[in-house]
């Protein structure tokens, strides 16, 4: 089965403590994303990597952290910079070639509370 | 930069009736365009997009979008909705051969009995 996989699905922390949340694809896709989304809000993008060992802040950075050693693994680090990290995490991929370009495809996301 | 108005939170509907969610955008560059679907506790799933061609785009689960250059509009829409369509729903853009896609802030649609 191709797809995204987010996990954990619910994921609790202490402030003050790091958390890294991970994200997977097997579509073969060279960009991937992470977006935050909040209650009422639409998704804000906080990190995205259209190749392997490059990646480019979003609107909302402050507080995270990424890497793209791989292609198929975008793992997203929460960090204790961040004021308000309790949200919802969604991770996305889309192809940079190809009939596709166009469309995101997303994970099932990750709900981080801390608490 | 671009950006996205949904211009209403929330659409309450009975089962049966038709329903039109409305979403504005506004690029200075051409943009492809994308209504997506939200269950609770999900992720997005892609309901039907506009990228160039016939204005009107059939989407899955019998929704179909408009686009209107001249009103710079995306307006999604379904004749006779269910009560599985209960749901959160976003519009969004993204500038042609670039990565990042512009969110709206969601319509949640209520299907009532």
């Known amino acids: 089965d191709g797809g995204i996989t987010q996990s954990p699905k619910y994921l609790f922390r202490k402030e003050g403590q790091n958390v890294t949340l991970s994200c997977e694809q097997n579509l073969n896709h060279d960009a991937m994303y992470w977006y935050r989304q909040d209650p009422g809000q639409g998704l804000r993008l906080i990190y995205y990597s259209q190749i392997v060992n490059d990646f480019q802040k979003g609107d909302i950075a402050e507080g995270y952290s990424v890497s793209r050693e791989k292609k198929e693994s975008f793992p997203l680090t929460v960090t204790s910079a961040q004021k308000n990290p309790t949200a919802f995490y969604l991770c996305a991929s889309s192809p940079t070639s190809g009939s596709s370009t166009d469309t995101q495809y997303f994970g099932p996301g990750t709900r981080l509370t801390v608490l | 930069a671009q950006s996205v108005t949904q211009l209403d939170s929330q659409v309450p509907v009975f089962e049966e009736a038709p329903v039109e969610l409305r979403c504005n955008y506004s690029?200075?560059?051409?943009?492809?365009l994308f209504w997506y679907v939200q269950y609770p506790n999900q992720g997005l799933q892609l309901l039907l997009k506009?990228?160039?061609?016939?204005?009107l785009v059939k989407g899955i689960n019998g929704f179909e979008a408009e686009f209107n250059k001249s009103q710079t509009s995306f307006h999604l829409r379904k004749p006779s909705v269910h009560i599985s369509d209960t749901a959160e729903y976003f519009c969004a853009v993204r500038v042609r051969n670039a990565g990042k896609s512009t969110f709206g802030d969601g319509t949640t649609l209520t299907v009532k009995p």
């Open positions: 506009y990228l160039s061609g016939s204005t």
């Open positions: 690029s200075s560059v051409s943009v492809y």
